[in-house]
């Protein structure tokens, strides 16, 4: 028996580093979803709130808001990484 | 997102970090509701007490605003798998 | 005597969740008393500045705002219950 | 907020967490008004320098931030006491 | 900002914090760009793809914004070097 | 040859206070870059988005517009540091 903690853990090594990247990519994707859920909210829904339900109108323009959010979120990277000849990260 | 790059030991952390997470953005969720719909609802300070006619106005608010999420969230869902990893042969 | 640092820290043992819950609880109450400022402060006062203290009309809008805040605040997080059935956090 | 329910090592540490978010929390009200005050004072960049129209109006913006923060703060623990704590005997 | 008064050993430690920070400040600054041209940008939900014009638009939008940044960062070294340092001789 | 890692790590003790120290001044420092960019932004930048350069007018602006913001930034602190009493951070 292993004297430090589990059988499992010491196994297999946790690398930090993968725990990190992990974790900033979890964060990014975060991210960019709560600043399309903000961005698209005000772009589509009407703030006079006469119903409880998403008009047709609403939905429809949801669907573009978000296709064009990451259209746009592409675009910008792959403009940036021309500039800066950067690599996209692994 | 797709985490199979890391071993057992790593996943396990991850989920655990995804899960403390999703705590955590649930609540600010919650957070950015109550903030939006009390700007867009409340504007008479004449009261202390929410009116009926501002109660109806957050009750509509926040249906909205979790419809809204919803549906940004199901968009974002499809077109996050569509898009070509970073550093996956093409 | 203990070889593992103060006897106090060693006679208790701290339960790392606990800590994080604490935590958790912390930064949901500073997060709401931040937004409330903010907000209060966009309905309440006038950006005019022409005096350094708060008129009587600011200060009753302030604790008006504050109390409605709460308010909604309520409000929504019974709807949410209600919605998910979930569980209030103990 | 009542953290009784801990035990003193617990306690202990949930003590300096607090301490060292005070700091965090003043030094970010403090980024707050410096920026608000900023964007409602100053509009003229035909000087290098701030203008004592535009100085006299940070002055009372500030004074008048500080004790809206205050006032909201004063209420903000009247109304938190008034609160049933969640998971306590009703 | 000046870590000399540290140890070898904590500057080292430092350094590694500063690259770690410099990664996510970079995402940041991509994450505000993309919301901000967007923002700015994309106001036509008849369509489900960017519009030429809107991409356009966009273009210049995430030029002058890298380059807004850029000036900024120019004067914010200079001004920064010019501030007499707290707790040093005066 | 030491059992606890490199060499180098076990000739100077890293204090942990001092490491938090230093990553409170960077993300002070960071947190001022990111508000002046936007509050500069907003004041400076013509939202037509005709030319992907800064116009002359505009750089002008940017640089008025960050000195600006450090003087005011000063300016607060003084008066916080006057009401308070505090003392500068060492």
Redesign the interface.
């Known amino acids: 028996m292993s004297m430090f903690g589990g059988g499992?853990?010491a196994?297999?090594?946790?690398?930090p580093q993968?725990?990190?990247m992990?974790?900033?990519?979890?964060d990014?994707?975060?991210?960019?979803?709560?600043?399309?859920?903000?961005?698209?909210?005000?772009?589509?829904?009407s703030?006079e709130?006469?119903?409880?339900?998403?008009s047709q109108g609403?939905?429809?323009?949801?669907?573009?808001?978000?296709?064009?959010?990451?259209?746009?979120?592409?675009?910008?990277?792959e403009?940036?990484q021309q500039?800066g000849g950067g690599q996209?990260?692994? | 997102m797709d985490f199979q790059r890391y071993n057992q030991a790593e996943q396990a952390q991850i989920a655990q970090m995804i899960e403390h997470k999703q705590m955590k953005d649930f609540l600010r969720l919650y957070s950015n509701l109550v903030q939006r719909c009390f700007n867009d609802c409340v504007n008479d300070f004449t009261t202390k007490s929410v009116t009926s006619k501002e109660e109806a106005c957050v009750n509509k608010c926040a249906d909205k605003f979790l419809k809204h999420s919803e549906r940004v969230g199901a968009r974002f869902g499809e077109l996050s798998q569509q898009m070509t990893p970073p550093g996956s042969p093409q």
Chains 1, 3, 6 share one sequence.
């Open positions: 499992f853990q196994q297999q090594s946790v690398n993968n725990i990190a992990a974790e900033q990519e979890l990014m994707v975060t991210d960019l979803f709560n600043r399309i859920v903000d961005s698209c909210y005000t772009k589509c829904i703030t709130y006469q119903q409880n339900d998403l609403e939905s429809v323009c949801i669907d573009r808001c978000v296709a064009k959010f990451f259209d746009v979120n592409a675009k910008v990277g403009k940036m500039m996209p990260p692994q």
